[in-house]
């Protein structure tokens, strides 16, 4: 038994696995394109990136309130 007939092709896995690869790139896409048309909310907000969570976590939610 050579080596040659033990492993697979590459194009063998290829073919086994292209709706794997095909829906894992639409996903990548749709997420690059989601970030790219919708600004995050902390964003808007003008503050740092969780701390609303933090702040709400930690037993402050009063702040979030005005929101």
Do not use: K
């Not at 709706?19 to 896409?29: E, G, I, K, R, Y």
């Amino acid at each position: 038994m050579s080596n040659d007939q033990a492993t697979p092709r590459f194009i063998t896995i290829l073919s086994y696995f292209w709706p794997l690869f095909l829906s894992t790139a639409m996903f990548l896409v749709a997420i690059i394109v989601l970030r790219q048309i919708s600004p995050f909310a902390a964003e808007s907000h003008g503050e740092q990136a969780g701390e609303g969570l933090l702040d709400y976590v930690a037993g402050h939610p009063e702040q979030l309130e005005d929101f």
